[in-house]
């Protein structure tokens, strides 16, 4: 599968042949600049990317534990999701989010 993924200052990179379990393992695993400190446990917030709208309907909702976590993140928008709760599907092939800055490692 394919995803369309926007860092912190704006580049896009194209990710192809994706087949990582969720969408932080498959922005980690290509080496981009994603913190997620506790790996995928809902416990830091680090994960936490913008979904392009137009995806968003395609998303399962966040889980009420997602939904409290993203209420502590910086920057929350309507379309915050934490990509560590995100399990990539062929659903969402062409997916495209964008990392915000709070998750982006200095
Ligand atoms: S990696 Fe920590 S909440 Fe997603």
Redesign the pocket.
């Given at each position: 599968m394919k995803l369309l993924i926007t860092n912190e200052i704006g580049q896009v990179s194209e990710l192809d042949g994706v087949s990582a379990r969720t969408l932080?393992l498959a922005i980690r695993d290509a080496g981009l600049n994603l913190t997620?400190?506790?790996?995928?446990?809902?416990?830091?917030?680090?994960?936490h990317v913008y979904v392009n709208p137009t995806w968003w309907p395609k998303l399962i909702p966040p889980t009420e534990f997602e939904s409290g976590?993203l209420d502590v993140v910086d920057d929350r928008r309507e379309t915050s999701r934490?990509?560590?709760?995100i399990e990539l599907s062929k659903e969402l092939d062409g997916l495209e989010v964008t990392i915000a800055p709070g998750s982006a490692f200095s």
């Open positions: 932080m997620a400190q506790c790996g995928g446990c809902l416990s830091c917030g680090t994960c976590m934490l990509s560590c709760q």
